[in-house]
């Protein structure tokens, strides 16, 4: 026998084996995997099972709390209908009581009123019995009685009449005199501003005589670029180290006065680099002109104004009247108005907004036709602002007709931030032309000797003819002077009227 066969049957032997191994193998790994399968999927099978009745359980319980919170609810609710409907009956019962009693007291009266009027019926026809008596004794009739004794009450009360209507009229004046001083006391002592503010200097400082030729460049052309792209004219004269710079628009003329420093700053000026300064100036100027506005805004701490208001707003900076700052006097008059309503009651906010708008018109251009005031209300109306802050500002000149407190509140604080000692100087000559016009006033009326304007025409002092006018006539007299000059004159604050009547009688005994 060969000895390949032996071996190669233990091979195959093995392989055998080697098979049955690892099906056996296989078999109980196989086994092994399906029981350990089977059981983790029973024990999640009853973690699942307690899972979901703990979350029943969890849920049933939320849900008899909800239920207990909404029998309790509606427990309460049923206890404050049965609480309501006790009142409802209470007072039905009450009103059933009073229109019984009212009932009662109709019926009374309808008794007393017949009663009294049975009571009349008798005594006029009393009295008409004891006017015919009277009449066939005396020989006159009623009418006649009635005529005499209205001529004699007329005679004795004639005087008493005028001293009782005159002492009235002085001490309803006083009041309101005394009143009006102490709201307007009472409002400047809680403003405090600056008292005047100077005008926006048109001079620019240069560096020599020199820089002159170089503004005015070959044949004038930086100075015609310059005056063309600002709307301004430059005036370059002898005058040593300055440049003057005019124009009626403050806002150009600021452009302009910021454009010709950084010019003279650079030092390169041609018409690239003129066009580059005054572009930045006019960028500035109007950031300038946007903050100004919103400041005021913030300042008296108003909402809802517009953009475009304010702008408006920010432009008055550039402007004054006389000495004094439009801007600051908007903002000091919409403090005064806020500080007055306060004191008389009224809402403090409209008052605020038609002080510091009042002026808004005075920032305009010549495309709007008519007085600052108008316009500047139209302008209001258009931006959607309120009708009773609109008509403030169109009659704080008394163009318009007032419809509202508001509009004389304009009117009062306008007139106090205007006329603050150093504000707004006059120029002489105005000054006594204004005197001038308020003694020839005075010296028009009938029965007046001299008039004399004193305190800078804050008081007129008027000398009547003691024969010719008696002291009834004197005191209409002043009151008609005062009305004349309400409506004829434009003066500041007030004028007070004294008129003197004065009689003398001399003799000499010898």
Avoid at 154 to 175: V, Y
Avoid at 421 to 429: F, I
Wanted: glycine fraction near 6%.
């Amino acid at each position: 026998m060969s000895p390949v066969w032996p071996t190669l049957f233990l091979s195959l032997l093995a392989a055998v084996i080697s098979a049955l191994l690892v099906w056996y193998l296989t078999h109980r790994w196989r086994d092994n995997t399906r029981q350990q399968c089977e059981k983790l999927l029973y024990y999640t099978k009853k973690e699942a099972e307690i899972s979901s009745r703990e979350i029943l359980n969890e849920a049933q319980l939320k849900i008899d709390k909800k239920w207990a919170e909404f029998e309790r609810r509606q427990d309460r609710f049923e206890l404050e209908r049965e609480r309501d409907r006790e009142d409802i009956d209470k007072d039905r019962r009450r009103i059933k009581r009073a229109r019984e009693e009212l009932e009662d007291r109709k019926r009374k009266l309808e008794v007393e009123e017949e009663n009294v009027y049975r009571r009349e019926e008798s005594v006029r026809k009393m009295g008409q019995h004891y006017r015919r008596r009277m009449e066939e004794i005396t020989g006159i009739s009623s009418e006649e009685v009635k005529k005499l004794l209205r001529e004699e009450v007329a005679a004795e009360c004639d005087k008493e009449l005028r001293l009782l209507r005159r002492s009235h009229l002085e001490k309803s004046e006083k009041e309101v005199r005394i009143e009006a001083k102490r709201v307007l006391v009472s409002a400047m002592q809680r403003l405090s501003t600056k008292p005047l503010h100077d005008i926006t200097a048109t001079l620019v400082p240069i560096p020599g005589d020199e820089m002159k030729g170089r503004i005015i460049g070959r044949e004038g052309r930086n100075i015609k670029c310059f005056e063309a792209l600002t709307g301004v004219t430059l005036m370059i004269d002898e005058s040593p180290e300055t440049v003057l710079i005019s124009s009626f628009d403050p806002v150009r003329r600021e452009v302009a006065r910021a454009g010709l420093e950084y010019l003279i700053g650079d030092g390169r000026i041609h018409p690239s680099s003129i066009d580059e300064c005054v572009g930045r100036a006019q960028a500035e100027i109007e950031s300038d002109i946007a903050r100004f506005g919103d400041e005021a805004v913030d300042d008296l701490k108003l909402t809802g104004v517009r953009p475009e208001v304010r702008l408006l707003l920010g432009k008055l900076r550039y402007r004054y009247a006389y000495t004094q700052n439009v801007l600051d006097h908007a903002i000091e008059v919409g403090f005064i108005c806020s500080m007055i309503a306060s004191e008389i009651g009224i809402d403090p906010i409209p008052a605020k907004r038609a002080g510091l708008f009042h002026d808004i018109g005075k920032a305009l251009d010549h495309e709007y036709e008519g007085s600052h005031a108008t316009v500047g209300a139209d302008f209001l109306r258009r931006y959607g602002e309120d009708p009773i802050v609109v008509n403030a500002v169109a009659a704080h000149h008394e163009e318009v007709e007032p419809e509202s407190l508001y509009a004389g509140l304009v009117m009062v604080a306008d007139t106090l931030s205007a006329v603050r000692p150093g504000v707004r100087n006059e120029m002489q000559s105005a000054y006594i032309e204004r005197l001038n016009r308020l003694e020839k006033l005075a010296g028009e009326m009938e029965g007046v000797k001299e008039v004399y304007a004193l305190q800078a025409g804050r008081e007129i002092r008027v000398i009547v003819e003691p024969a010719t006018i008696s002291d009834e006539q004197a005191a209409e007299l002043s009151r008609e002077l005062r009305h004349k000059i309400e409506n004829t004159l434009q003066y500041p604050s007030t004028i007070k009227v004294t008129v003197i009547r004065e009689q003398r009688y001399c003799e000499t005994a010898k």
